[in-house]
């Protein structure tokens, strides 16, 4: 039997993913030495740090959206 996907199982999926390709390209970076690897490197920690925390404000403010909408259909 399906079941449909809820936006947090997409959002969850997605960042899954999106972490998974994050940590892969820092570790890949780390390992190379080229022009500029050093900006990158620095570039994807942050981005290995900020993307959770953006997600998570994402799924927050969907609760509190769909929250808001139950209480103006009450």
Known sequence: MKTKKTAKQIAALISIGLLVLLYLATLIVAFLDFPG???????????????PILLWIYLWLLKKVRERREEADS
């Open 37 to 51: 690897s050093d900006r990158l490197f620095a570039a994807l920690l942050v981005a290995d740090i900020g993307l």
